[in-house]
């Protein structure tokens, strides 16, 4: 094989895809107990045990940022949308959370950009649980 074939896929080299390759566990696993760790952190009042159900998630994965939203029912019985952003240069990371209550409202208003939600989110909620 020649070092120049273009046929031949180059090793990752950006930190985003290093991290999506050499890690188990499904991004928007990764994700959601990040955000729920800031989530913590900054005092909102609840955490991943707190979570009772995932209702559903989207996602957007590029090799320098990765985004996603949750819709959540916690233990209490509050509905939450908890959103997740993490842009990397680098080895440092830029992260963002954020979180908005919700109503009976099936996904939140959000504003720009198509957001593809998936409904398809008892992995995780059963992750949560384990």
Same mark, same amino acid.
């Given at each position: *094989?020649? +070092?120049?074939?273009?046929?031949? =896929? ?6 985003a895809?290093?991290?999506l390759?050499?890690?188990i $566990?499904p991004p928007? $696993?990764?994700?959601l ?5 800031? +989530?913590?952190?900054?005092? #909102?009042? /609840?955490? =991943?045990?707190?979570v009772?159900r995932?209702?559903? %998630? #989207?996602e *957007?994965?590029?090799?320098d940022?990765?985004?996603?939203? /949750? ?10 949308? $908890?959103q %997740?952003?993490?842009? %990397?240069?680098?080895?440092? +990371?830029?992260?963002d959370?954020?979180t908005?209550? *919700?109503?009976?409202?099936? %996904? =939140?208003p ?6 593809g939600w ?8 059963r992750?949560?649980?384990?």
């Amino acid at each position: *094989m020649d +070092a120049n074939d273009d046929s031949v =896929p180059s090793p990752p080299t950006s930190w985003a895809v290093i991290r999506l390759t050499c890690n188990i $566990l499904p991004p928007r $696993l990764r994700s959601l107990l990040r955000a729920l760790e800031l +989530a913590d952190v900054e005092g #909102w009042g /609840f955490g =991943p045990a707190d979570v009772a159900r995932v209702e559903a %998630y #989207w996602e *957007m994965l590029e090799d320098d940022s990765t985004a996603h939203g /949750f819709v959540l029912t916690l233990r209490e019985g509050r509905r939450l949308y $908890l959103q %997740y952003i993490a842009g %990397y240069e680098g080895d440092d +990371a830029d992260e963002d959370v954020q979180t908005l209550p *919700m109503d009976g409202e099936r %996904y =939140p208003p959000i504003e720009g950009g198509s957001i593809g939600w998936n409904d398809d989110a008892e992995d995780l909620t059963r992750l949560l649980a384990d």
